[in-house]
């Protein structure tokens, strides 16, 4: 093994390290608020749903923005702007940082609910992203 290819072993060891730390801190804080079941099948079904979301009517769901496939790039609905992988898998900095993951529930549950996630809706879909 050449040196470049050792560090990026460790860089991708350290990011999946990380992220594990991140989603536990995550599903410990999920379980502190009352969630005893944890259910990926249940995030999937949520991440497809579609909600009317606030008063023009128009329907949202997660797959708007980023897509059904998380493996692959989303794109916003309104600015275009792209969107990385939510899938762990092709993603490992994807859920590296609580305060990203907090923030960005909070902003998107708003915007496609209309509403905040619960726990219990947090920890599902968290689940499900983290799986693929």
């Known amino acids: ?3 470049k290819t050792v ?3 460790i860089y991708l060891f350290i990011s999946q390290m990380t992220s594990a730390n991140s ?3 995550m599903f410990n804080s999920y379980q502190k608020a009352g969630v005893s079941t944890i ?3 249940a ?4 991440w497809d749903k579609s ?5 023009s009517n128009d329907t949202r769901s997660c797959t708007n923005c980023h897509g059904s496939d998380i493996t ?3 794109e916003h609905a309104r600015t275009g702007k792209r969107i990385e992988p939510m899938a762990a898998s092709v993603n490992p900095k994807r859920f590296t940082d609580v305060k990203k993951i907090k923030e960005w529930f909070f902003r998107n549950c708003k915007w496609t ?8 809706e947090q920890a599902d879909i968290l689940s499900y992203l983290n799986s693929q």
């Open 72 to 74: 692959k790039a989303g």
């Open 51 to 55: 909600f009317t979301a606030n008063t």
């Open 113 to 120: 609910l209309g509403r905040e996630c619960s726990a219990q």
């Open 1 to 3: 093994m050449n040196k």
């Open 7 to 9: 560090v990026t072993c």
């Open 43 to 46: 995030g999937k079904n949520l």
């Open 39 to 41: 259910k990926s099948n």
């Open 23 to 25: 989603v536990d801190e």
